[in-house]
């Protein structure tokens, strides 16, 4: 009697553990978006469902020269690959210093989202990669002509060594 009753509650326990785990797993899984009714009073949070819109590409920038886009949209974001100072016209890197450097890439960031659709106000986000963090000051000062308050976030960084030994490279995340 003993053994049939703990093979009793043995199956009863497992019925219960598998619709519990049952249950947590439907909870958990993504929401998908119903696009057919727009009804704003239930939103829907649509989550593991990235929308790759587009690759974006220019002539006005250096063209990528690896397994990498100049820029990707996904879900009205533009993502910005790393820009050296690449003059597109010659694919040489702009004549002079940090500063001349600095605008080249910036430049080349401006033309990207140009053809994205979008612009400078729209970054919400920068990196810039240094490979001497006295360049800094210089940097700046450049930077700030490309944009106006509020600013975009920002870090900067010194490295050792980037890209075709180039002495910067700016990055960013812009919204359309």
């Known amino acids: 009697m003993a053994d049939n009753y703990l093979e009793y509650h043995r199956e009863e326990y497992e019925k219960r553990k598998s619709m519990?785990?049952?249950k947590r797993k439907k909870s958990h899984a993504p929401q998908k978006m119903n696009k057919n009714k727009s009804d704003s009073t239930n939103p829907t949070v649509t989550t593991n469902?990235?929308?790759?819109?587009k690759q974006i590409t220019t002539q006005n920038a250096p063209a990528a020269i690896g397994p990498y886009s100049q820029a990707i949209e996904a879900n009205g974001t533009v993502y910005v690959s790393g820009?050296?100072?690449i003059d597109p016209s010659t694919g040489s890197f702009a004549e002079g210093g940090i500063k001349e450097l600095t605008r080249q890439s910036?430049?080349?960031i401006k033309?990207?989202?140009?053809e994205a659709g979008t612009d400078m106000a729209h970054v919400v986000k920068t990196g810039v990669f240094l490979s001497d963090m006295a360049d800094f000051a210089e940097m700046n000062e450049v930077y700030a002509e490309f944009f106006e308050a509020p600013f975009p976030a920002r870090s900067a960084v010194a490295v050792k060594t980037l890209p075709k030994n180039a002495r910067i490279e700016i990055e960013c995340i812009a919204v359309k």
């Open 49 to 53: 469902n990235i929308n790759m819109n």
């Open 83 to 85: 820009q050296l100072p």
């Open 111 to 114: 033309n990207i989202l140009e």
């Open 106 to 108: 910036l430049t080349n």
């Open 20 to 22: 519990w785990l049952a």
